[in-house]
């Protein structure tokens, strides 16, 4: 893609100098030579056209693009604004190491227990991923609502409505399914596990952490009860504000049970998206 652009400039500006040496007296070896200058010109155009295709094929194969939500980070209209992110709320990070067991966060990071396991399936939205869009706010967020799945009209959520999750309660439920892989004997008593799943999981979990690539500093202080200086994970944050986006997800959560997603099919118009639509 990047030669393009000069490429094409390049072309431009041949063609403006055509035009002006057709006005002017050339000897005809000189016509041969722009002649033959010209047709070389169109062969490497129709070069850069297939390499352009070529290029966007493979790309195309690679990931589910050409959609996707490539949004400026700097945009202040960035995130979608039905959804109340009130980011830049100041947060600390608790970051306690030898301590934390004394805390109500041991609920949820400390042994498995039927109270750690609801906090998780809360924080993930689990049974309430789905909520439902419609057209332009699918476009919005950058996909071409022709190559999605509507909810079929027996769904009563009505026409052309889109049913999407938020990214975040992916991201925790994956978090979650590292979590239960620690405590295996309990979550997978069979001694079995899906380890695609879990490496979709650390994979998905690896490429935002470093899609956010936080740049916030963490320095160190002599503590009493450590003979080395250790380091302060405890750190101020501007953060979303993740409480009212997880109120709000639920309110509008709907429920899309598995029979419903079961008993759906392809409409004769759907487009159907090569192998798992993922590359392969
Ligand atoms: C927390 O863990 C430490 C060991 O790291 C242990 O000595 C202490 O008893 C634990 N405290 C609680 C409240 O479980
Ligand atoms: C969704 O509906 C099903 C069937 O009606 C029900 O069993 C389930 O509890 C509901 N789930 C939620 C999250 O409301
Ligand atoms: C689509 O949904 C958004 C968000 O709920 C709403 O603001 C907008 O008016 C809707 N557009 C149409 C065409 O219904």
Known sequence: MDVTEPFLADLNSKHTRYGLLERSPVSSWIKHAL???ALLNILIFCLNLFLIFNTNSVAARLIPGPDGSFRDLNDPDDVLSFVPHADNARKVIDGRLFTLNTTSAWDLVGPPSPTTDALWD?????GHEIILVNASTLRQAGY???KYFSA?????FGPDMYPVQI???????CLDVLRKHAHFDRYFPDGKTDWQHFGHCLHILLQN???????ELIP????EKDPVPFAQFSIGKRCRDFGAIKEWNLVHSRNVTHAMWQSSRPLEESVIWPGYGEGS
């Open 35 to 37: 002649c033959g200058f």
């Open 122 to 126: 809360e924080l993930s939205a689990e």
């Open 144 to 146: 071409d609502p022709a």
């Open 152 to 156: 079929p009209l027996s769904w009563n």
């Open 167 to 173: 990214d975040v309660f992916h991201q925790i439920h």
């Open 209 to 215: 952490i470093q899609c956010h690539a936080d740049l």
């Open 220 to 223: 160190h202080r002599w503590v």
